[in-house]
């Protein structure tokens, strides 16, 4: 691992849509959707670069986005109304298609464009579904364990 630390450029995910999208960077470790949009930005510069996701066929984690409503929270009303809005199907899945995130209604799925809808990165086919895992918590131990590699890899100690 510490032979390749060297040619690592940065460890900003916030800065990879645009990395690639540029032609600044050349291999990112990043979610479908940031890939998605930096393909997006790429073909409207018209810069020739090409942008391309690939899941790893052994499998990957998978997240979820959710959201959640603080106890004490100015507005609950017009929260509650705002979730309301994003579970209409047609409006979630306009999220889907500016995004490149899937959304799990499946009222929605019809509203979703074609090439977002066909793309097997947004929505992977269930074989590699069945290869796809969650980020579930983890002990003590093996949480300090994982800070401390994580840490020891970017600082290239």
């Not at 690592?8 to 849509?17: E, L, M």
């Not at 391309?52 to 066929?57: D, Q």
């Not at 097997?120 to 918590?137: A, G, T």
């Amino acid at each position: 691992m510490s032979s390749v630390r060297p040619h690592i450029r940065h460890f900003r995910t916030g800065a990879i849509i645009n990395g690639l999208a540029d032609g600044d960077l050349c291999l990112v470790l990043g979610w479908s959707g940031d890939a998605g949009l930096a393909y997006v930005r790429a073909e409207e510069a018209g810069n020739g670069i090409e942008v391309a996701y690939a899941i790893p066929e052994e499998g990957t984690e998978v997240f979820f986005d959710f959201l959640s409503i603080p106890v004490d929270a100015p507005n609950p009303d017009n929260a509650h109304r705002f979730i309301d809005f994003l579970m209409e199907p047609a409006a979630i899945a306009e999220v889907t298609n500016q995004y490149f995130y899937p959304n799990g209604n499946k009222a929605a799925f019809e509203y979703v464009a074609d090439e977002v809808r066909n793309d097997p990165n947004v929505y992977p086919p269930e074989e590699l579904m069945q290869k796809l895992f969650p980020n579930l918590p983890r002990d003590h131990k093996t949480l300090s364990m994982l800070t401390r590699s994580w840490t020891r890899f970017k600082t290239g100690s």
